[in-house]
């Protein structure tokens, strides 16, 4: 009787490692990825959709996703783990750039010549990199050079300057020119960022690819 038990999970084993092989878990959602023109993996069509694990492979639709599955599943795991690895290094606190060095470009700036500094996380621009969109953005996650990200239009280079999207609410100032009222929420409310209450922008209106 206990060899049938054994010889019996064993076969149940030999079941259940069969099906985890040949019937795979089912694909993560698809997310729509306005970043940049991109093919798809698997008939090279243009594909306005990424996998929402990875977000790396892209797809053209839901039956192109099925069909890679098998083969993307396994590359969908290392690419979450790298995923990980960058996020955690774009949110480790930076060391504070050494005094009379640009942080873009490490020229270091004589006596008579100015360099732009952000008084909170001490990055400094000499005049040819603070207006470039990657070198001139200093290292602080809600705002650049003091100016906070939520009183301007968004942007893709809205960074923390170490690849951390800004994500929070927008108002940006008007000066003068309005935006459309269906752009913002209904309601005042708190921003997220700064504080102030007031009309924030809907979220499909702070995706900086509408802005394009």
Known sequence: MLLLS????AGAMVIITLAAILIPD???PLEEDRCGFAFCEVCSN???YTCSACRTTRYC????????W???????????KLNEMSTRIAMSPPKRPPLGQCTGCNAKVGEGRRLALC?????????????????GTCYCPNSNFGKKYCLMEPRWYHTNGRGRAYSGDRHPETHGQPYPS???EPAKRACDNCGLVTKVFKKEYRDPWVWH
Do not use: F, W
Request: overall charge positive; glycine content about 4%; proline content about 8%.
């Open 6 to 9: 054994m010889s019996t999970l």
């Open 26 to 28: 089912p694909p993560h």
């Open 46 to 48: 243009e594909a306005p």
């Open 61 to 68: 639709s839901q039956r192109c996703q099925n069909a890679d």
């Open 70 to 80: 098998r083969v993307h599943r396994q590359s969908c795991k290392i690419h979450q």
């Open 119 to 135: 008084k909170d996380c001490g990055y400094q621009a000499c005049g040819s990199c603070e207006p470039h969109y990657s070198r």
């Open 182 to 184: 269906e752009m913002y």
